[in-house]
């Protein structure tokens, strides 16, 4: 299983970024997945969820109607689309494969997590 997240980078607030997350060496169609972050000091803390057909999605209070996440399970590949971001977001962003049947929000049912692709805020 691997997991590579891409196109972090710098912005200033207000500003846009979308995230990539390139699955491979599982099926990927069959399992939810997740982005997490884990700011400078602080723990990980789940981001945003989606099943894994796509068609149910889940975030966090922070980010809703600021980010969206999807996924094209033709091109195994997630997706995280975050506009408006603020200071606050600033972090660094992982996705993270979620087990069979368990809950997309809860960090200790994950089974494998990519390498993380950094988000700063900042004017």
């Known amino acids: 299983v691997h997991l590579v997240e891409s196109g972090g980078g710098m912005v200033q607030p207000g500003g846009s970024l979308r995230l990539s997350c390139a699955a491979s060496g599982f099926t990927f169609d069959d399992y939810a997945m997740s982005w997490v972050r884990q700011a400078p000091g602080k723990g990980p803390e789940w981001v945003s969820g989606i099943n894994a057909g796509g068609h149910s999605t889940y975030y966090t209070d922070s980010v809703k109607g600021r980010f969206t996440i999807s996924r094209d399970n033709a091109k195994n590949t997630l997706f995280l689309q975050m506009n408006s971001l603020k200071p606050e977001d600033t972090a660094l962003y992982y996705c993270?494969?979620?087990?069979?049947?368990?809950?997309?929000?809860?960090?200790?049912?994950?089974?494998?997590w990519g390498q993380g692709t950094q988000v700063t805020v900042s004017s």
């Open positions: 993270a494969r979620v087990q069979p049947y368990r809950l997309v929000s809860d960090l200790n049912e994950y089974d494998y």
